[in-house]
Nanobody
Framework: QVQLVESGGGLVQAGGSLRLSCAASGHTFSNYAMGWFRQAPGKEREFVAGISWSGIRTYYADSVKGRFTISRDNAKNTVYLQMNSLQPEDTAVYYC????????????????WGQGTQVTVSS
């Protein structure tokens, strides 16, 4: 079955960096766009970044543009999220997901989700 396992979260000070990974199995990884979302306590899950199946096209939420970078390694069935200049408002559980719509920014565009990894940014 399809599995997505996120890792790399943790506690970091404001201005610091983290790199999240999402290892996929159970489907043809290179056929699908992938995305990262996040959900802070009491808030709705929101789109963070997406990447096409080939990795050529990337797209970001305005709140992270210029600070976060999404990438993928199809040989390793893994998608990454490099997060720089982290701020307390970036604190959330981060999820990766599969996007069969190939470019979606809404949760409804995504059909499989990981369990999430916690990112906490202290001020």
């Amino acid at each position: 079955q399809v599995q997505l396992v996120e890792s790399g979260g943790g506690l970091v000070q404001a201005g610091g960096s983290l790199r999240l990974s999402c290892a996929a199995s159970g489907h043809t990884f290179s056929n699908y766009a992938m995305g990262w979302f996040r959900q802070a306590p009491g808030k709705e899950r929101e789109f963070v970044a997406g990447i096409s199946w080939s990795g050529i096209r990337t797209y970001y939420a305005d709140s992270v543009k210029g600070r976060f970078t999404i990438s993928r390694d199809n040989a390793k069935n893994t998608v990454y999220l490099q997060m720089n200049s982290l701020q307390p408002e970036d604190t959330a559980v981060y999820y990766c997901a599969i996007d069969p719509s190939n470019g979606g920014r809404r949760t409804g565009n995504y059909n499989y989700w990981g369990q999430g990894t916690q990112v906490t940014v202290s001020s």
